[in-house]
Nanobody, 115 residues
C-alpha cells in the first residue's frame, strides 16, 4: 500500500517561511511525477509545483519567485520550501504522486498565513 504523508504545515505570519515534507512509503523514483497542490476554502484545488522523474521542476506563476520544490531520493521525501508567504497562500497543501498507472494523494497539511 503506497502512502504519501505530508508534514510541516502550520500558522505563520506574512513574510515568513515554512517547509513542507512529503514522505513516501515506497521508492520515490517509482513516481514519474510528483506534485504539490493546494486548495483554499471555496476554491478549486490548484497545482503549485511539479518535479519529474529526471529532476525537472516547474512552479505556478503565483509562487515561482517564492517557493521551491525538491526531493531527497535517499530519504524518499519531497519538499516544498515556501518563502515570503502571503495570506493568499493560506490553503490545505496536498502531496501527489503518479507512477504511470495511478495517482496517489496525501491527507493534506494546513498552511495558514496571517496578515
Amino acid at each position: 500500500q503506497v502512502q504519501l504523508v505530508e508534514s510541516g504545515g502550520g500558522l505563520v505570519q506574512a513574510g515568513g517561511s515554512l517547509r513542507l515534507s512529503c514522505a513516501t512509503s515506497t521508492n520515490i523514483v517509482s513516481f514519474n511525477r510528483m506534485s504539490w497542490y493546494r486548495q483554499a476554502p471555496g476554491k478549486e484545488r490548484e497545482l503549485v509545483a511539479v518535479i519529474l522523474f529526471g529532476g525537472y521542476t516547474s512552479l505556478a506563476d503565483s509562487v515561482k519567485d517564492r517557493f521551491n520544490i525538491s526531493r531527497d531520493i535517499a530519504k524518499n521525501t519531497m519538499y516544498l520550501q515556501m518563502n515570503t508567504l502571503k495570506p493568499e497562500d493560506t490553503a490545505v497543501y496536498y502531496c501527489h504522486g503518479h507512477n504511470g498507472i495511478r495517482d496517489y494523494w496525501g491527507q493534506g497539511t494546513q498552511v495558514t498565513v496571517s496578515s
